[in-house]
């Protein structure tokens, strides 16, 4: 009895610290917890563990501590704004361990339009100087092998190949400033 209060105090004073510094999801949460107990008490039971990371869980959620929604919504605020698209705020959020309803609300507050995606994707363009904001002159002979590195670098982002087309399409600069200070 003695070592398990001696584990739940453990446990709740390291969990508040983690939580002070991190914003984070109930998933990696209890992971951080299994790592704690795993230092504490190596050769506790599984059952025993589990309860132990509920019991600590249940109280940070109940404490607004831990909020998955809040959590989702920082992190597709900081996707969006940094030009990742739809695919990458999914597969990032489903990393983490959100369920799939909160990743669908999410999705929908950033991506409801489809000019959000070129939005998003044109943020990305500016940021890494491609496309319609490549600063270097452009000889005709590279163009060609330049747009499908282009495209390669927005299929890596998550960018769907009809979003990177349209967004290539975009042949004037203050049209595609226009689009990217719509909403941010």
Do not use: C
């Amino acid at each position: 009895m003695k070592n398990e209060t001696g584990l739940l105090e453990f446990l709740n004073k390291h969990g508040l610290r983690y939580l002070s510094k991190f914003e984070t999801t109930e998933y990696q949460f209890k992971s951080f917890l299994n790592k704690k107990i795993e230092i504490f008490d190596p050769n506790l039971e599984t059952s025993k563990k589990n309860e132990f990371i509920d019991l600590i869980t249940n109280k940070m959620k109940k404490l607004n501590y831990i909020n998955d929604l809040r959590y989702s919504e920082i992190k597709g605020e900081k996707i969006f704004i940094s030009g990742g698209s739809k695919k990458l705020l999914k597969f990032k959020l489903d990393e983490k361990g959100v369920g799939d309803e909160i990743i669908e609300k999410i999705i929908n507050k950033f991506f409801s339009k489809k000019l959000d995606e070129i939005q998003s994707a044109l943020i990305y363009t500016k940021k890494k100087k491609i496309g319609l904001f490549y600063e270097k002159q452009i000889d005709k002979d590279d163009f060609i092998n330049l747009k499908n590195r282009w495209f390669g670098t927005l299929a890596r982002r998550g960018f769907s190949y009809d979003t990177t087309k349209k967004v290539f399409e975009i042949d004037n600069l203050s049209e595609a400033e226009n689009i990217i200070n719509r909403r941010v």
